[in-house]
């Protein structure tokens, strides 16, 4: 893997899986699938919230998908989704290990 890849950890305060598997099935193209450019996806509960990793090839990966899918779907609403924005942390990758 190109050492360009990029992180991101989105963390939604109060969510739960049910707002996940609604979330993920409006921006995601299919069960078991991820998003063009996207090499990595892990959801799970953590404290307080829900916790979402992605890795993808590159920054423009990344931002071709919150910028074209993610976004304007989250802001057209998505029945059953998260209630809210979540608390964003991107990490410009320095390795990534299968």
């Given at each position: 893997?190109?050492?360009?890849?990029?992180?991101?950890?989105?963390?939604?305060p109060?969510?739960?899986?049910?707002?996940?598997?609604a979330?993920?099935?409006?921006?995601?193209?299919?069960?078991?699938?991820?998003?063009?450019?996207?090499?990595?996806?892990?959801?799970?509960?953590?404290?307080g919230?829900w916790?979402?990793?992605?890795?993808?090839?590159?920054?423009?990966?990344?931002?071709?998908?919150?910028?074209?899918?993610?976004?304007?779907?989250?802001?057209?609403?998505?029945?059953?989704?998260?209630?809210?924005?979540?608390?964003?942390?991107?990490?410009d990758?320095?390795k990534?290990?299968?």
């Amino acid at each position: 893997m190109a050492s360009t890849a990029y992180g991101v950890v989105h963390f939604f305060p109060g969510g739960t899986k049910e707002q996940y598997e609604a979330s993920i099935a409006a921006v995601h193209p299919g069960e078991g699938r991820l998003p063009e450019g996207q090499v990595f996806h892990a959801g799970g509960a953590s404290a307080g919230g829900w916790t979402i990793m992605a890795v993808h090839e590159s920054k423009e990966s990344w931002e071709k998908f919150r910028d074209g899918i993610l976004m304007p779907r989250m802001q057209a609403g998505i029945e059953g989704g998260f209630a809210s924005p979540p608390e964003e942390t991107v990490v410009d990758l320095y390795k990534v290990m299968p």
